[in-house]
């Protein structure tokens, strides 16, 4: 992850107290990150993504997948339902056995799961790994 975060640094063009400047952290974490020193936090990853969305956490966090994503992060609109309304009518319920049955095979296709990243409304989150 050190030469990931130096990667970002350098195609910045920012000195390792500039890049630690922007992330709102103190310049010895930096050069202790880049020496091997010291693991980076999960705060350290949170201000890094947030700073600079258009990398990819797994890339940054792995070393997998592509390095930027192609579209910048936006938030999904949250939708508020009332408490006592009723669940009929949503996508899981209105689905008939045939749409199901695609849904399942669709879903069959598909490679193993590697990572599984759950991000909370207070932007923490937590990457789940099978075992």
Do not use: C
Request: glycine share 4%; aromatic share 8%; no cysteine.
């Amino acid at each position: 992850m050190k030469d990931r975060i130096a990667h970002i640094i350098r195609t910045k063009n920012l000195t390792a107290a500039d890049f630690a400047m922007r992330l709102g952290i103190q310049p010895s974490n930096i050069s202790h990150l880049l020496s091997g020193r010291n693991n980076p936090s999960l705060d350290f990853v949170k201000k890094l993504k947030e700073t600079f969305p258009e990398y990819n956490l797994d890339w940054i966090v792995f070393g997998t997948g592509a390095m930027t994503v192609s579209e910048p992060f936006e938030p999904v609109p949250q939708v508020e339902m009332p408490k006592d309304a009723p669940i009929e009518g949503t996508l899981f319920t209105s689905l008939d056995t045939h749409e199901s049955k695609e849904i399942s095979a669709s879903l069959a296709n598909r490679s193993k799961l590697k990572h599984l990243i759950l991000v909370y409304e207070d932007n923490s989150f937590e990457v789940l790994s099978p075992r």
